[in-house]
């Protein structure tokens, strides 16, 4: 069960406003709820993408966890030196591509 | 859920949206507001650069996005809310009211929703980061919903404002119909946000724990939101009978959340709205209810976004390599482009690598190397016309001088924009109406 990722217990979704990437994960149910809020820290979705910073906000009645990472992104999609200059949308999908073996998670 | 008090569809989410989900909700007779939300920073700048040049500086799309929804709005008394104005609502009023008499549509009354405009009032504006050379091209308050209320009380059928809100289209078609309370204005803009991105709603831009997702042809005809309003401002979020698309828990959550940042405290010109308590629940196929928004007062001041064009241009160019070795020889392009762009004195270049079968199409398959082709991809920041062309040749030069089989390739350039953010006291914004036709 390791292989398990955080994709098969949740969805998520990215966007952005200026410079600043914003994430949401929200979890199948209230087990995988606890399971991410208890490994799925901020520093850790920082890493993953790159940002200097981010600050996560949890709601537990919608089983959802949001990530803010200012700075993470060029001055918007005039300024973005990607190939994928509208990358913001694409910023999820690492994310939830994560093992829970990855994230610390015990294997359900 | 207490009977509806109001019933709103989501008919435009970008710009460059699709046309017919939008006629789908009007010609339904189901709905009685279609809002449409076509306006972006990119937009913004189309239509300030053809205002300066004296060209009406709305939406390029307003004709074509309107004129098979005249027919429907009119026939059915589906009424319509747009911030297709962009930077000039005035003008694109006048164009929707002309558009609706060649269509034979005369008696539809036409309102603009101005005062968003701040382009003779830079200085009242408290700006961060502006930059210290450029050209400025203008800059808008995000409005309310308060303008877009009072058109539709005077009896407007289609409604044209610039940068109002993106949630503030569906409020302010909800204002009236809502309890005279906070709490209710905060659920109207929930079903706003709910409603401004339109599919993401209805499962696109979603897959589901596990993989689940629709399919290619759902995705092809995918429906836009409805949504059944309350007096209290709760909501249940829905497809038109037989549409394609799916909405759930999930699809409604991920929109609840999407670009607020802070749930307990999303800033709209409105209200701060704390969704924390917010209860999103099943309550039938492709039916969600969503209810406890709470108002937790008007922002003393309003988001501005100001435009400046920088000088030079942002270059795109793009060279790839296919099969054998394909990473490789991507990577010494882009070492030997490195080298020379140094010896260019170009700026800070990024190189990334792209690709699957964009050179060779079908004889790509099967695919017999990993990765199967490699495109390199550099973005560089040019100061001038002679730079961008530079860099332009650099790629150019590599297909002779660069690694073996270089080809396909492309140069593109992007004008090179900065958004400036400001503030604005609220009470400095005064939003009007203009009749037209």
Redesign the interface.
């Known amino acids: 069960m390791g292989g398990l990722t955080v994709g098969d217990i949740a969805c998520g979704r990215s966007g952005d406003k200026g410079t600043t990437l914003d994430l949401t994960v929200v979890a199948a149910d209230a087990g995988a709820y606890a399971t991410l809020e208890a490994h799925l820290g901020a520093e850790l979705v920082a890493g993953l993408l790159g940002a200097p910073r981010a600050v996560r906000h949890e709601v537990p009645g919608l089983l959802a966890l949001k990530f803010v990472l200012e700075g993470a992104l060029d001055a918007g999609p005039w300024a973005s030196r990607r190939a994928g200059m509208h990358w913001q949308k694409a910023a999820i999908s690492p994310v939830l591509a994560l093992t829970l073996a990855e994230i610390g998670a015990a294997p359900a | 859920m207490s009977a509806p008090v109001a019933t709103v569809g989501g008919g435009a989410g970008f710009a460059g949206d699709r046309l017919d989900p939008a006629v789908a909700l009007a010609s339904s007779g189901l709905v009685q507001y279609v809002t449409l939300e076509c306006l972006a920073?990119?937009t913004m700048v189309h239509a300030l650069r053809q205002r300066r040049r004296g060209v009406a500086g709305h939406d390029p799309r307003l004709r074509l996005r309107l004129a098979p929804l005249l027919g429907p709005a009119a026939e059915h008394g589906c009424r319509i809310v747009a911030n297709l104005g962009a930077a000039d609502p005035e003008r694109a009023a006048e164009e929707v009211a002309a558009l609706a008499g060649e269509l034979g549509h005369g008696r539809l009354r036409v309102a603009a929703v101005v005062g968003d405009d701040l382009g003779d009032r830079m200085g009242d504006v408290a700006w961060s980061d502006a930059p210290a050379e450029g050209e400025w091209l203008g800059a808008h308050a995000y409005t309310g919903s308060e303008g877009i209320a009072r058109a539709l009380r005077e009896g407007a059928d289609i409604v044209i404002a610039g940068r109002v809100a993106d949630s503030a289209l569906a409020a302010g078609t909800l204002r009236d119909a809502l309890a005279d309370d906070g709490d209710a204005l905060a659920g109207g803009l929930v079903v706003g946000h709910l409603l401004e991105c339109t599919g993401?709603v209805t499962g696109g831009?979603?897959?589901?724990?596990?993989?689940r997702r629709l399919t290619p042809e759902q995705l092809a005809d995918l429906g836009y939101p409805v949504a059944h309003v309350s007096g209290d401002g709760s909501a249940e979020i829905a497809l038109l009978p037989g549409a394609q698309g799916c909405v759930n828990?999930?699809t409604v959550?991920?929109?609840?959340?999407?670009?607020?940042?802070?749930?307990?405290a999303y800033i709209t010109p409105d209200g701060i709205i704390d969704?924390?308590?917010?209860?999103?629940e099943e309550v039938g196929p492709d039916r969600v209810r969503v209810s406890g928004a709470r108002h937790r007062g008007v922002p003393p001041q309003l988001k501005v976004s100001g435009f400046v064009a920088l000088p030079g241009a942002?270059v795109?160019v793009?060279i790839g390599f296919a099969c054998v070795d394909a990473l490789a020889r991507a990577r010494e392009a882009a070492e030997v482009l490195r080298l020379r762009f140094a010896a260019l004195g170009a700026a800070d270049?990024?190189l990334?690598l792209?690709g699957v079968d964009s050179l060779l199409g079908p004889a790509s398959a099967p695919l017999r190397c990993d990765p199967p082709e490699v495109?390199v991809?550099a973005?560089?920041?040019c100061a001038d016309e002679d730079m961008a062309r530079a860099v332009e040749d650099e790629f150019y030069w590599l297909s002779m001088a660069g690694p073996a089989a270089g080809g396909g390739i492309r140069a593109e350039r992007?004008?090179?924009?900065?958004?400036v953010?400001g503030r604005i006291d609220r009470t400095e914004v005064r939003e009007e109406i203009v009749w037209v036709g």
């Open positions: 920073e990119r993401q831009n979603y897959t589901g724990p596990g993989g828990r999930e959550t991920l929109q609840l959340l999407y670009e607020v940042h802070d749930p307990s969704m924390t308590r917010i209860s999103v942002m795109d793009e270049p990024t990334d792209v495109r991809h973005s560089v920041a992007r004008d090179h924009v900065a958004v953010d």
